[in-house]
C-alpha cells in the first residue's frame, strides 16, 4: 500500500499523509474498501469492513492491504459459511476422558508443549518483543493505553542505531538534549 501510493508518478503528492489514513478510514467504515492484514495461513487479520475504524489505526507498512469490497465480501462469506466439521481420532494418551458413569465425561486436551493454560486473572503481566518503529503508535493505543492511567507500568525500552554511514556527533548531541528535556538518562554509548 505504502509503495503503491507514494512512489507512483501519476498521484499527487501529499503533504500531510494523515489525509490518506483519514480516506481509508472512512472507505473501511463506509464499506467501499476493505484494510486488512494478511497472516501466513491466508486469513486476514486485522480485517476491518464496513465497521468504524480509527485514522490512528491505519498504517503503512508491508504487512497491510486495501482490499476491494468485492473481495472483502467474498471473504465474509466464507468465514459465515461454518466448515464442514473434520473428525479425527485422538493421538493414543492425549484427550482423557474424566467423569464418573453417573456424570458426562469431559475430555481434558493437553496444551501444546511449552505452552502454559492462561489464569482468569494475574497479579500482573510481562512482554518481550521486537516492535518495527511503524508500529510503536498502534502498540501504544492498542496495549499499552489499557495499562497506562493504572499505576505500576514500567516501560523499559533498548534503542539501538545503527545507520549506513553511522551516527553523526550532532545527531548525537541532539539526541541527548532531547533525552534531557523529557526528563530521561542522557547517558548514550556510542558504537
Known sequence: MRDAFFASPQFPRL??????????????????LAYAGKTPSGDYKPFCFN??????????????????RETAETYLKTRTTPPAPVVTAAPTGSPIPTGSP?????????????QAPMPSSASGLAWTCEIPPQKWMNFYTK??????????LKLTLKVEVTPEGGVSKQKLDETKSALRELGLNDDITPK
Not at 143 to 152: I, M, N, P, T
Open 15 to 32: 503533504t500531510n499523509p494523515d489525509v490518506l489514513k483519514e480516506t481509508i478510514s472512512r472507505g473501511a467504515g463506509d464499506g467501499l
Open 51 to 68: 465497521q468504524p475504524l480509527m485514522t490512528a489505526d491505519v498504517e503503512f507498512s508491508d504487512e497491510m492491504f486495501i482490499i476491494t
Open 102 to 114: 453417573n456424570t458426562p465425561a469431559t475430555v481434558q486436551t493437553p496444551l501444546p508443549i511449552g
Open 143 to 152: 496495549v499499552l493505553s489499557k495499562f497506562a492511567s493504572a499505576r505500576g
